[in-house]
């Protein structure tokens, strides 16, 4: 991807960001973010962009970028790998733009994308590596494993540890239906609508994935 | 690996607090969005599904107007089966 050449140093400032993008561009990008008259509503932004005002839509991205980094974050650790998704994303929603009706808000619309450019991810990802990685865990994470009687709080980022260890077993799909209902919390009907299945195929994909996930952390814990 | 251990794995794991887009991060998206202009243009089946609740609906609305239009304008004049009906005994008559 091109973010990670640009990110082969240092992140680019602002301004270095400006001047790749072209002087007049960012000049009246520059101008639209500091908003000499702020555009309250998405739907009046979204009326702007599609009348042209391409450059309107770095506001739409910077209204909406910390919502798909919550979704995308786990299902990728690395930040710059996170960024690239994230920006594949929205470069998404940029070439479908057309197809946003308006009926539901943007944020949703977003969020299925981002749902689905994770599912892609996370295919591409289960091309590359299948083994669960053991190695990688931390001596707290392998002691909270091993320990039946453990009534400790788990830190949030080793359970996340064990979890992506233990899921590369499971399936892309498996591994979406997983984090979506167990660790987001969402409803059948959410996950339904932001991934395109239907409610039953959920239900069902659920038990099956948590059933194969519990399988994957016994076969952790015995190692 | 028991449910309750599952289950305080996966409510630890939604603890985790998200990662934050780097400053300036909507510049970069631009950028992409520069270097690969493409946009997709509206197609027909993107119209149509756009406005297929709303044209449905005016289908089903012209469909009712003239089954209710026919039904009304066969009542005043005979019907079809009767003009044919007609017209055969006349040609079976002057024949």
Redesign the interface.
């Known amino acids: 991807m091109t973010a990670v050449a640009i990110y082969l140093g240092a992140p680019p400032s602002r301004r270095q960001a400006l001047a790749c993008f072209g002087e007049r561009r960012a000049d009246k990008l520059k101008r639209g973010l500091q908003s000499e008259r702020p555009v309250s509503d998405d739907a009046e932004l979204i009326e702007r962009i599609r009348a042209g005002a391409h450059e309107e839509y770095a506001e739409l991205v910077r209204r909406h970028q910390s919502h798909v980094f919550a979704i995308l974050y786990r299902y990728e650790r690395d930040h710059h790998r996170l960024e690239d998704l994230a920006q594949d994303t929205f470069l998404k929603a940029w070439r479908s733009f057309a197809q946003f009706d308006g009926r539901a808000p943007f944020q949703h619309w977003l969020s299925k994308i981002a749902v689905h450019a994770a599912l892609d991810h996370l295919r591409k990802q289960k091309r590359s590596q299948n083994e669960i990685g053991f190695a990688e865990l931390g001596e707290d994470a392998l002691d909270w494993l091993h320990n039946e009687d453990k009534q400790t709080d788990l830190d949030a980022s080793q359970a996340r540890e064990i979890l992506s260890a233990a899921m590369r077993k499971l399936s892309p799909e498996d591994q979406l239906v997983l984090t979506l209902l167990e660790i987001e919390d969402r409803s059948g009907k959410e996950i339904s609508a932001l991934t395109g299945w239907n409610p039953v195929t959920v239900r069902v994909r659920a038990l099956r994935a948590r059933a194969r996930l519990k399988k994957a952390l016994e076969g952790l814990e015995k190692k | 690996?028991?449910d309750r251990?599952?289950n305080?794995?996966?409510s630890?794991?939604?603890?985790?607090?998200?990662?934050?887009?780097?400053?300036?991060?909507?510049?970069?998206?631009?950028?992409?969005?520069?270097?690969?202009p493409?946009?997709?243009?509206?197609t027909i089946s993107?119209v149509l599904?756009?406005w297929f609740p709303r044209l449905a609906l005016v289908a089903a609305t012209v469909i009712a107007l003239c089954v209710v239009g026919d039904f009304v304008s066969s009542s005043d004049s005979p019907s079809l089966s009767d003009s044919a009906s007609q017209l055969s005994d006349q040609m079976l008559v002057e024949n």
Do not use: S, Y
């Open positions: 690996m028991n251990k599952l305080q794995l996966f630890a794991a939604g603890r985790e607090k998200p990662a934050a887009p780097a400053d300036g991060f909507e510049l970069l998206v631009l950028q992409q969005i520069q270097r690969n493409a946009r997709a243009e509206l993107d599904g756009m």
